[in-house]
Nanobody, 122 residues
Framework: QVQLVESGGGLVQAGGSLRLSCAAS????????VGWFRQAPGKEREFVAA????????YYSHSMKGRFTISRDNALNTVYLQMSSLKPEDTAVYYC???????????????WGQGTQVTVSS
């Protein structure tokens, strides 16, 4: 069982930066791949980025690549999402999820956090 808690969301102006954190419980966190997803009002949940358990492999949605960076510190049981050059269309609730498969699809992940709101003003 893995419990995930996101933090770091907030209100930021367009062009600004935020770093989201996903803190996990459990001693075997390094076994799990972690993905970040987001969901804007009235829209489906969207893949943002994923990182393998070791941190060696990462993958990004095309629209976020170059602006967002996913990383992890397994000693701290934490995964980060550094977001820069934020745009109003990045406004959404951001969720982290953990699973045994390094994947792009939400259905591949077994554990989810409660989400953190990111609002980008123009």
């Amino acid at each position: 069982q893995v419990q995930l808690v996101e933090s770091g969301g907030g209100l930021v102006q367009a062009g600004g930066s935020l770093r989201l954190s996903c803190a996990a419980s459990g001693r075997t966190f390094s076994r799990y791949a972690v993905g970040w997803f987001r969901q804007a009002p009235g829209k489906e949940r969207e893949f943002v980025a994923a990182i393998s358990g070791s941190g060696t492999n990462t993958y990004y949605s095309h629209s976020m690549k170059g602006r967002f960076t996913i990383s992890r510190d397994n000693a701290l049981n934490t995964v980060y999402l550094q977001m820069s050059s934020l745009k109003p269309e990045d406004t959404a609730v951001y969720y982290c999820a953990a699973g045994e498969t390094y994947a792009l699809f939400a259905s591949e992940y077994d554990y989810w956090g409660q989400g953190t709101q990111v609002t980008v003003s123009s």
